[in-house]
């Protein structure tokens, strides 16, 4: 089974510019989650979609959003770039039972590593 | 709120040696604990995760943790490093009934000596 795939791998971009960035879940997998890592702040939740919806939301500006495809497939968005946004953006997708939560395991893309310049 | 603490940032053994990580974690109820590893310009891989019954638990790799409640620690043990060991390891927590919304730690960069 393949596993969960980002494109692009690597991007960069200019202050002020907006980026789309893609995510293919494990086929099956209807929760998608995205996280942003960077050397000075870490690992940070930005946010999660199941079945369309925005499920959870991390402590990030509204120049962050997202969607979910019926497919499954998620984009996240930035718009106006700014430096500090430069960070490798981390998808991760997890299979959810029909009205289940409980911990099923999330797992990770490889990432796209975006820079700002 | 959740939070993870890792304490030391950089952890060398050598190959052979007894691997230790130690994560504390805070959480006004018992959370689903885990641990992930990355490698060089790759994601994150689940190697062991904590969510009810049994506290000490096996992953892959030869790795496993102890859930200790009164301790609020969820430390990371190999008995016998590798080289291919070397890589940074993160520990997480989510709230229980969730494991979608992962807390991070800030890492340990785990260097294993010939």
């Known amino acids: 089974k393949a596993g969960v795939t980002q494109t692009p791998r690597y991007l960069i971009k200019t202050r002020g510019q907006q980026v789309t960035l893609s995510c293919s879940p494990i086929?099956?997998?209807?929760?998608v989650s995205w996280y942003q890592q960077t050397p000075g702040q870490g690992l940070q939740f930005l946010f999660e979609?199941?079945?369309?919806?925005?499920?959870n939301k991390g402590n990030f500006p509204g120049r962050f959003s997202g969607r979910q495809f019926s497919n499954s497939r998620s984009e996240m968005n930035v718009s106006t770039l700014e430096l500090g946004d430069s960070a490798l953006y981390l998808c991760?997708?997890?299979?959810?039972?029909?009205?289940?939560?409980?911990?099923?395991?999330?797992?990770f893309g490889p990432g796209t590593r975006l820079l700002v310049l | 709120a959740q939070s993870v603490t890792q304490l030391g940032s950089h952890v060398s053994v050598s190959e052979g040696a007894l691997v230790l990580l130690r994560c504390n974690y805070s959480s006004s109820v018992p959370p689903y604990l885990f641990w992930y590893v990355q490698y060089p310009n790759q994601g994150l891989q689940l190697l062991l995760k904590y969510t009810t019954g049994a506290t000490l638990v096996k992953g892959i790799n030869g790795f496993e943790a102890e859930f200790k409640k009164s301790e609020t620690s969820f430390h990371l043990t190999k008995p016998s490093a590798h080289m291919s060991d070397a890589a940074e390891y993160f520990c997480?927590?989510?709230?229980?009934?969730?494991?979608?919304?992962?807390?991070f730690g800030s890492g340990t960069q785990l260097t294993v000596l010939p």
């Open positions: 997480a927590v989510s709230p229980a009934g969730s494991a979608r919304q992962l807390t």
């Open positions: 086929s099956g997998h209807r929760s």
């Open positions: 991760a997708s997890s299979w959810l039972g029909q009205g289940a939560v409980s911990a099923e395991t999330q797992y």
């Open positions: 979609y199941f079945s369309e919806t925005q499920r």
